[in-house]
């Protein structure tokens, strides 16, 4: 993905002026800033969820169209939002993902998620029966176990423990060396070090300057 002076905002009304980054296979570029200062406003419209008020945004060499077969193929989101189907059960919804996926041997993979995401005790009840943080780990469990190219996530480390987020961080990396690309906004220092190849830092203080100024390369490949 790509985006290119992409001035991000609310009925025409900018919140940051012109952002431009790329995310190439096997690169996290991390979002990091204060509250309000525009990282999730960024990544909706980054990856079509909400219109630029100017600028561009690509996918795979052609315009970022939301629900493309192409985009829904390589781009799995996760944004601060809790999307359930009512009556299906932890590792049903799981299974769903999967088989949406044309993944073989869903309910293996999805039992290997279960467990990876803590989640063996509460397999068969409704995601409405869990705790909030419990939610955040199937969620993340849905967006990780499909597969995908690109990987955008709006503060995963929401709402997850100490022991869930180390494994997170685990789990980023990972998909990272396997050769997806990553686009994460984040206040946890940590993840975004341990994760990141690109650190953009949008200031909240300077609202219409250069928000995102060059690229941090904080040493990783
Ligand atoms: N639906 C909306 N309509 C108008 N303004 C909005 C809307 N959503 C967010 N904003 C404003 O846009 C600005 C950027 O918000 P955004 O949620 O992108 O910040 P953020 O960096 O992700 O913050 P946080 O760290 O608190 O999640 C804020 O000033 C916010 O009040």
Request: aromatic letters at 4%; hydrophobic letters at 45%; one cysteine or more.
């Amino acid at each position: 993905m790509s985006v290119r002076e992409l001035v991000c905002g609310y009925a025409g009304v900018p919140v940051t002026a012109g952002v431009s980054f790329e995310v190439g296979a096997g690169e996290a570029v991390v979002l990091r800033g204060a509250n309000g200062a525009g990282k999730s406003t960024v990544l909706r419209t980054a990856v079509g969820q909400q219109a630029p008020v100017s600028g561009d945004r690509w996918l795979k060499g052609g315009p970022v169209v939301e629900n493309s077969l192409v985009y829904r193929r390589a781009v799995s989101c996760l944004f601060d939002e809790d999307a359930f189907l009512p009556g299906v059960s932890v590792g049903h919804h799981l299974e769903l993902v999967l088989r949406g996926h044309g993944v073989a041997d869903a309910p293996v993979v999805a039992a290997a998620a279960v467990a990876e995401f803590g989640l063996q005790d509460r397999v068969d009840v409704s995601p409405f029966a869990l705790s909030s943080g419990q939610r955040r780990r199937a969620l993340l469990a849905a967006a990780l176990i499909r597969p995908f190219e690109l990987l955008v996530l709006d503060e995963p480390e929401q709402r997850l423990d100490a022991m869930m987020r180390s494994r997170l961080a685990d789990r980023l990396v990972a998909a990272r060396q396997a050769g997806a690309g990553l686009l994460i906004a984040t206040h946890d220092a940590s993840l975004a070090a341990t994760v990141g190849t690109t650190v953009l830092t949008i200031d909240s203080d300077d609202a219409l300057a250069p928000v995102v100024p060059a690229p941090q390369r904080e040493g990783r490949s």
